[in-house]
């Protein structure tokens, strides 16, 4: 592995291991046995967005194996704006050993990878979310057992998180379904290689616009917020679209016994997911939130051990 760019980058094989490595360093960590597996290593963190989770992790997961993390904020670096974003990734290269990077157009993490000479790591674009997408896989693995043959059911936008979420299932073999208002849909050429990849691990990709007909027979269902961040501009608008698309009780009601409820985070509560979800039975959101943590340990190592 030489960056983590996006979940379709990799083969389900890679993706297996590092779920796998993710389920050994968490194990050993809580037992207390967390080995240095980064002595003397460092990540730069470039952030061109807010964050709390993948701040903190990468950041945590740097410590506790043993490294370092450089936090760089938006007005410090100002990607691409300051310099390019070429010269961002030939300087830093030339400081640490791994760079992480949260930013706008995916194009601009495509770009850090080309000139750098150091691994680097999405840690979330307009386009897809993959440190997210491998501690969800690793969620539903701890409580259902397995993603393949689990029936996954986005609610919402289909945005950066729902995209990553669509290819991580279809990889491993789930039936993924995705409920979105129809001018919100996931883009057709990525139903169509969802769909490809689905038809070779023996998985399924459908979109259901009604959510109460989506969650029906649900293992898992998903939902992130109507709003990403850069869109601030249409809150409003996506409130109206998306009044429908509201995981609350009477929703998951209707899915699968033991059914598990996942957010991203951060959850715009009483909007696309209600306390009483959030906080109930089936919720599995701070467990997501803290395997960020031990799935992003396994990609630091893959990349940088
Ligand atoms: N889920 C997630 O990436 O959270 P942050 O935006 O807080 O990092
Ligand atoms: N879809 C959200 C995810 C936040 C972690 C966003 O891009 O803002």
Avoid at 54 to 59: A, E, I, L, Q
Avoid at 77 to 89: C, F, H, P, Y
Avoid at 144 to 155: E, L, P, T
Wanted: glycine share 8%.
């Amino acid at each position: 592995m030489q960056h983590f760019l996006s979940l379709t980058e990799h083969s389900a094989q890679d993706i297996l291991h590092l779920l796998d490595l993710a389920l050994t360093i968490k194990q050993d960590f809580k037992m207390g046995s967390g080995k240095p597996l980064l002595q003397g290593k460092t990540l730069a963190m470039v952030f061109q967005k807010p964050s709390l989770r993948t701040r903190v992790s990468f950041d945590m997961a740097m410590i506790q194996l043993g490294g370092q993390a450089l936090y760089l904020s938006p007005q410090e670096i100002q990607l691409g704006k300051r310099e390019s974003v070429a010269d961002v990734s030939r300087v830093l290269s030339r400081y640490v050993d791994g760079i992480m990077a949260r930013v706008f157009a995916h194009d601009d993490i495509l770009e850090l990878a080309k000139y750098a000479s150091v691994p680097v790591i999405n840690g979330l674009s307009d386009l897809n979310h993959p440190c997210q997408g491998l501690a969800d896989l690793l969620t539903i693995v701890e409580h259902n057992g397995s993603v393949q043959g689990q029936r996954i059911v986005f609610i919402g936008d289909g945005n950066n998180v729902a995209r990553t979420l669509m290819f991580g299932a279809a990889l491993l073999g789930a039936d993924f379904v995705a409920a979105s208002p129809e001018a919100y849909v996931l883009a057709d050429n990525d139903i169509k290689l969802a769909r490809q990849y689905a038809e070779s691990s023996g998985g399924k990709v459908t979109l259901i616009g009604d959510p109460m007909k989506a969650v029906k027979g649900a293992n898992v269902i998903y939902t992130d917020t109507w709003t990403s961040m850069g869109q601030e501009m249409e809150a409003e608008e996506r409130r109206k679209s998306f009044a429908r698309y509201q995981v609350n009780e009477s929703l998951v009601s209707l899915s699968a016994k033991d059914c598990i409820v996942m957010h991203c985070l951060p959850a715009h509560r009483g909007e696309e997911l209600t306390d009483q979800v959030a906080d109930g039975p089936n919720s599995v959101i701070f467990d997501q939130a803290e395997n960020r943590l031990h799935a992003q340990k396994a990609i630091l190592v893959a990349l940088m051990g």
